[in-house]
């Protein structure tokens, strides 16, 4: 049986009389790429900033790697933090610090002891992984949108984390570039194990990176499984319309 | 069917509960500064950074403003004087005025205008882009990297600011009283430092401290809980320079009467 690395059970979470969560239940096992579908507004984001302890559940459980987040202490939650990456929707750049310093400013501050020439081949090695060797003394601002996207992702890298947490990586970019952040998800699983959560409502995404797919609909898992089983056999409605939209439109 | 109630909350309250929830956050906000200025990691690095751009960057307009009102001042003050025929009082009246209260305060309303709102811009915009999400998620403290550093920058930078506004001022009065009185530089200094005590510029240096650490605690705090948006952005800036204002007036009055009361007492 596959170990499972974040488990969720019966999560809520509300905005003041906004239920967005309601009775969450989901299970990420490890070396699992599991996307996360839904509209917009439907919660999804908020699911994994709750896994990674920036926002507190109202109720349930969440364990990531046999720990419950909400009783971590802030040095334990930290420590946590490390094993998890997180790719933000914009990327969350440092605005005024170079791709090479947004790249070391985690790294420095986390790893004590490494010299100056570890620093730069760790920096080095992941731009080359990402396609960016070029960028390295680039500001955030004279980058593009799909170049942002792999340097937050080889930002969150850097720390080698265990976990995966991609927000709406491909939302705003072109289908070529989306093409190629799809491609680099997967590439970051095989190279680095990562088990990782992709929140997306782009199905070509879902589709090209999921193992696993869960359907968020109403604050609820309305269908988790495999791609196929998900849309090709779905009697639900509105999951029927995400596949018809996404595919036909 | 039954009749449909409604709670209802009168205005004064709802903004009553909001006023005091902000009053409680801003002390909550201040306590933390306090309690994270002590431990490691001291981020000396960034609070160089910040000093450089707080206090360099901001001579050239810091410098102009006090130029000038050495001049003014000076010219404004001598019909006065004159009537009495007391024109050469003019060293001792400016010295006076502007070590006490004209060189902090002038000083202090620059940086507010100027660092304030660029702290609350850059924190807040930090906030809407994630960026401040983005150091949590990666075990680093913002607060501590972010907050720590530009309260620290302002409180240490601004009598800095402040002595050297004082200096330009005066040399500013000086160039108009040598232009109209015709006294020497030397009789002009020996004016002044007469006029002035050692309680004036150590009561000036204090209290800038006090106008350095309130312009840097309230934008950090305003871009730090600005609402999500461009919008946000924009209030919070405009939020840090007004309410570090009215903050450095409230402080200069009562610097004021803690120091007429060390003078009479």
């Not at chain 1, 589709?207 to 089983?229: C, I, M, N, Y």
């Amino acid at each position: 049986m596959m170990e499972k690395i974040a488990e969720m059970k019966g999560l809520t979470k509300s905005f003041g009389d906004l239920k967005v969560l309601q009775g969450v239940d989901l299970d990420l096992y490890k070396g699992e790429n599991l996307v996360v579908l839904g509209k917009s507004g439907s919660g999804k984001s908020v699911l994994i900033k709750i896994l990674v302890g920036l926002l507190k559940k109202d109720e349930g459980s969440v364990m990531v790697m046999g720990k419950e987040i909400s009783e971590l202490k802030l040095k334990e939650l930290n420590a946590l933090r490390l094993k998890i990456g997180f790719s933000f929707q914009n990327s969350a750049l440092y605005d005024s610090m170079t791709v090479r310093e947004n790249m070391e400013f985690p790294l420095v501050r986390n790893v004590k002891n490494l010299t100056r020439k570890e620093i730069d081949t760790k920096i080095e090695g992941l731009l080359d992984s990402v396609g960016l060797p070029q960028s390295i003394n680039q500001m955030p601002s004279e980058l593009s949108g799909g170049q942002k996207k792999r340097i937050g992702i080889a930002r969150t890298l850097i720390l080698n984390p265990q976990i995966m947490l991609y927000d709406e990586p491909t939302a705003g970019l072109d289908p070529i570039t989306c093409v190629e952040i799809n491609t680099l998800i997967t590439q970051v699983r095989e190279e680095y194990n990562t088990s990782s959560i992709v929140i997306t409502h782009d199905l070509t995404c879902a589709k090209a990176t999921g193992d696993r797919v869960a359907v968020l609909l109403d604050g609820q898992f309305k269908a988790v499984g495999e791609f196929s089983e998900v849309f090709e056999n779905a009697t639900d409605e509105r999951i029927k319309s995400f596949y018809d939209y996404n595919f036909i439109q | 069917m039954a009749e449909k109630t409604y709670e209802r909350r009168p205005t004064i309250t709802k903004n009553l509960d909001k006023f005091f929830t902000g009053l409680a956050d801003a002390f909550a906000f201040v306590k933390r500064f306090f309690q994270e200025i002590w431990f490691p990691p001291y981020e000396f690095k960034e609070i160089l950074r910040q000093c450089y751009e707080i206090g360099y960057r901001s001579l050239p307009l810091i410098s102009l403003t006090g130029f000038i009102v050495g001049i003014v001042f000076t010219n404004q003050s001598r019909p006065s004087l004159s009537e009495f025929g007391a024109t050469s009082w003019l060293p001792s009246l400016i010295s006076v005025a502007v070590v006490r209260a004209m060189g902090p305060l002038v000083t202090a309303l620059i940086a507010a205008g100027k660092v304030g709102s660029s702290i609350g811009a850059e924190i807040s915009s930090m906030k809407v882009t994630e960026q401040i999400d983005a150091m949590e998620v990666s075990a680093i403290n913002p607060y501590k990297y972010l907050v720590v550093t530009r309260v620290i920058a302002t409180t240490l930078m601004l009598p800095i600011l402040v002595m050297y506004t004082d200096f330009l001022a005066l040399m500013g009065s000086y160039i108009n009283v040598s232009q109209n009185e015709l006294v020497s530089m030397s009789t002009f200094f020996v004016q002044v430092f007469e006029a002035i005590s050692f309680l004036d510029i150590f009561s000036s240096i204090i209290k800038s401290l006090f106008f350095g650490f309130t312009i840097g605690i309230v934008s950090c705090y305003k871009g730090y809980n600005s609402t999500k948006g461009t919008e946000g952005v924009g209030k919070a800036a405009n939020a840090s320079v007004v309410m570090s204002m009215f903050l450095i007036f409230i402080e200069e009055l009562l610097s004021l009467q803690i120091v007429n009361a060390i003078r009479n007492g």
